[in-house]
């Protein structure tokens, strides 16, 4: 299923950025509070917190039913799987546990964008915030379980386009063997569909997905 793309979001750079790193047209800094803080390693399958609305401006407390958590636990069944499919794995099992949480807190309807306005359209929204602390606990749920065997989960990151001060973020996981970090980035495409999963340096050069450039789907 595809996505429309409805919007980007955009934020006044801080003026802290010299502490930020230059890498291309892009700058890398961290999330603010609003974000970190929010990542929590006490949640469980049946004791979550899901943010939505805008910055996590609303939130929902989310208990993923057993039958729901085995089907993610399927997802990791095959014990001949390397870190290529794990990585798929991983995809599917942020799009499932994205599909499980909206049913719960309302956002089934969440259209795949970044947009800060999607109150506005009477929807119930999630912005890049939103997507990177969900992403990051979803993971966190997943490594916990045991369920990570070729991946480490790491804290979100965010770039920033001097032109525009265009603003994104994306969770991340480090493959343990080469140590590459990879953004797992659930914005793109609307509730439910399979994240995104690039390398963080591609990520940060300003990476979307092929399918958008294509015209057929959308952040």
């Not at 974000?35 to 399958?45: A, E, H, L, M, Q």
């Amino acid at each position: 299923m595809g996505a429309t793309k409805i919007g980007t979001m955009t934020r006044p750079l801080p003026a802290m950025a010299l502490a930020m790193a230059l890498t291309g047209c892009s700058l890398i800094l961290a999330p603010p509070p609003s974000v970190t803080d929010r990542i929590s390693d006490g949640f469980t399958p049946d004791k979550f917190v899901y943010c939505f609305g805008n910055d996590c401006a609303r939130q929902a407390n989310i208990a993923f039913q057993p039958d729901d958590w085995q089907a993610v636990r399927a997802l990791f069944a095959d014990p001949d799987t390397d870190f290529k499919q794990e990585q798929q794995n991983i995809r599917a099992a942020i799009g499932l546990l994205e599909q499980f949480a909206g049913a719960q807190a309302g956002t089934s309807e969440d259209r795949g964008g970044t947009m800060e306005f999607g109150y506005d359209l009477g929807l119930p929204q999630l912005d890049c915030y939103d997507e990177a602390i969900n992403a990051s606990n979803f993971l966190g749920l997943l490594e916990r379980d045991g369920l990570l065997r070729y991946h480490r989960v790491e804290a979100p990151v965010q770039r920033a386009f001097i032109a525009g001060d265009i603003i994104h973020a994306t969770g991340v996981v480090r493959e343990i063997a080469s140590r590459q970090r990879y953004a797992v980035d659930s914005s793109y495409f609307d509730n439910g569909e399979d994240a995104s999963i690039v390398l963080l340096d591609t990520w940060l050069e300003g990476w979307d997905p092929p399918e958008l450039n294509a015209g057929t789907a959308s952040n």
